[in-house]
C-alpha cells in the first residue's frame, strides 16, 4: 500500500467551467484500472459547461446546494447525500445554486486508447439557461 499525499488544488480552466471552480485530485488508478475521482468545488454561480461522458458518470453531493440538468430536462437542484448518475454520452451541466457553494465528489472511467475522449465539452451554460436572467 501506499499513502499518497493531498496534491495542490487544480482551477478548472475557463473553456470548460463558468466561475471559480477547484478541484483535487483524490484518485487516478494506473493501468488496468480506468478509476477516476475528483472533488470538485464550486463557488455560488460557478458551473460545468455542457458535456458528455464516454462511460458516464456518478455525482455525490457533499457540501452546499447544487444544480444538475440534462439536455432537455429540468433544472434539479442537488444537496448533500444525493447522488446523480448521467450515463454514456447523455449531455448535461452541473454547479452551485446562484447562492450557495457546492462540493461534489465525481466519479468516472477514463476510456481505453483509441476510444476517443473521455469527457467531451460543449458550449457554456448561459445566465437564461442557469436561470439568473
Ligand atoms: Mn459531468
Do not use: C
Not at 105 to 118: D, S, T
Amino acid at each position: 500500500m501506499e499513502v499518497q499525499p493531498k496534491q495542490p488544488s487544480i482551477k478548472g480552466p475557463a473553456d470548460m467551467f463558468t466561475g471559480d471552480v477547484w478541484f483535487d485530485v483524490l484518485a487516478k488508478g494506473e493501468e488496468p484500472s480506468r478509476l477516476r475521482v475528483n472533488a470538485v468545488h464550486f463557488a455560488p454561480g460557478a458551473r460545468t459547461a455542457w458535456h458528455t461522458h464516454a462511460a458516464g458518470q456518478t455525482l455525490h453531493v457533499t457540501e452546499g446546494v447544487g444544480l444538475v440538468q440534462s439536455r432537455g430536462g429540468d433544472v434539479v437542484v442537488m444537496k448533500p447525500g444525493d447522488t446523480v448518475y448521467t450515463p454514456p454520452g447523455e449531455w448535461h451541466w452541473h454547479g452551485a445554486a446562484p447562492d450557495h457553494f457546492m462540493t461534489h465528489l465525481a466519479m468516472w472511467e477514463a476510456v481505453g486508447e483509441g476510444q476517443g475522449p473521455e469527457t467531451t465539452w460543449g458550449e457554456h451554460i448561459s445566465a437564461e439557461e442557469y436561470g439568473t436572467r
